[in-house]
């Protein structure tokens, strides 16, 4: 994700300098050298060492905070102290609501900190709104993502998470925990991903649109990862590889879901992937129900070593970033996309990227269906 947000950054001829944070330098300067410009250094950075982030953030204008969510409020609280406008990928929904209980104190330090603005959370946002905003009431939001070909696209922590840790759905004007893995759905996506099975899964959006798309019912989020992923995940939990409890092995004494995240950490990551989202924004319009639905395919890209999820990702948080650096947002606080986002610009800008939000596949948004 970091990958394809520092690249497509330092492709903006708005953005003077780009500085990527590694704990592991070593990797932030092989990515540095292979990209070969004068914009871009590397800086060494430990999300949990609060006085050296917030020395390392000394004169920047935007954090772009990629790390695993678990870091999230440590990175919010060091870009507070810096006085940085800061964004997210997502708190899967848990760590989003901690964050949000930070936005007074990011307001009085006169700053935007925008929560979860990646692909999904993120584009999937902002879509919500666009479909809200041309409607009179909302009733339902369904929000759905998939992809085809490759593996493991991003944080295999957050990924094991997703497919653990219950989701939460709002339905009926109530917030409800279901099972992991439940609430099966056939989803026909655009070519080239098709036809896939969608799950239930633990998103930040759920965290935040019941509260700030007026009227709406029912707000879920589902996601269908490649068949390998379900059908391999079923396999380590059944042995136990997802666990968190430790275990004696030998002299030593693991957690077993920290060996899986380091044998798959190990695995190269191969950015073959198409990704896909789609938003169903249900309600009425001059009386007559009537179902906004927006998509948007992203494709992988062999010139920036990323999947089609990286690129979604990427892109959006680096338009959002260039954004908050230029005072183009001026709503202060701890906000997700929906709140301080224009839909019409931001789309705008995915489209000069090769990412096209479209309505049943097609580029016109018609409302008489």
Known sequence: MGNAIVRDLLESPKVSEVIVGDIDIS??????KELNNPKVTTAYVN?????????????VDVLVNATWYYFNVLVMEAAIEAKVHYLDLGGLYHKTLEQLKLSEKVKGAGLTHVLGMGASPGITNVLTRHGAERLDDVEEIHIRAGQVGGGISYSIRTI????????????NGEFKYVDPLTGEEIIEFPEPVGRVKAYYSLHSEIATLPYNIKGVKTVDFKVAFHPDIYSDFKVLNKLGFTSTEPIKVGEVTVK?????FALLSSMPYEPIETFVLRVTVTGRRKSEKTECIFELVAYPRKDWKAGGVAVATGVSASIVAQMLGSGEIEI????????????KPFIQ??????????ENQKSVFNLNK
Request: hydrophobic share 45%.
């Open 256 to 260: 077993p879901r920290d060996v899986l």
């Open 349 to 358: 800008e995915l489209a000069k990227r090769n990412l096209k939000v479209m």
């Open 27 to 32: 990797k932030a300067e092989m990515l540095v």
């Open 47 to 59: 999300a949990t060492d609060h006085s050296g982030l917030v020395k390392a953030l000394k004169d």
């Open 160 to 171: 094991i998470d997703e497919l653990t840790m219950r989701p939460v759905i709002y339905e």
């Open 332 to 343: 202060k606080g701890a906000v997700p996309p929906e709140v301080c986002i224009d839909p």
